[in-house]
């Protein structure tokens, strides 16, 4: 069975359950080892994650263990803030503010 800690990443596909016929990526936040469940199975909050390993859903599943695939190399908190300060400097801000209300307001005039 796979140790799962908080903070462990797994790749979850239909091994893990029938639920994953697209497999999702997901941050644990709790393993729910004492909860009973069917041998072989557990609970977990956890949060899924998107292709730049940002949180975008809080998830409660319900998982083989045995079916899980840990993520060797998570994104980290410190790569993606950078990635995101680097986007950010690459988009083009018009200058003079908010264009497109200028060019309503020019229309209202006669």
């Known amino acids: ?3 799962i800690r908080p903070g462990d990443v797994f790749l ?9 016929a697209r ?3 997901v941050r644990v936040i ?9 041998h072989g199975w557990t609970w ?3 949060y899924q994650l998107d292709a730049r390993g940002d949180a975008v859903a809080r998830r409660e599943l319900y998982v083989m263990p045995a079916g899980m ?5 998570p ?6 803030v950078a990635a995101r300060r680097a986007t950010a400097q690459q988009v083009p801000r018009p200058a003079g503010g908010n264009t497109p209300t200028r060019r309503r307001a020019a229309r209202a005039e006669p």
């Not at 979850?12 to 994953?20: C, E, H, I, K």
């Open 44 to 46: 977990i909050d956890c």
């Open 23 to 25: 497999p999702i990526t």
């Open 69 to 73: 695939v840990r993520q060797t190399d």
């Open 1 to 3: 069975m796979t140790s």
């Open 30 to 38: 709790r393993h729910h080892a004492d909860w009973p469940t069917y």
């Open 12 to 20: 979850l596909t239909r091994a893990a359950s029938v639920q994953f």
């Open 75 to 80: 994104p980290s908190a410190s790569r993606r």
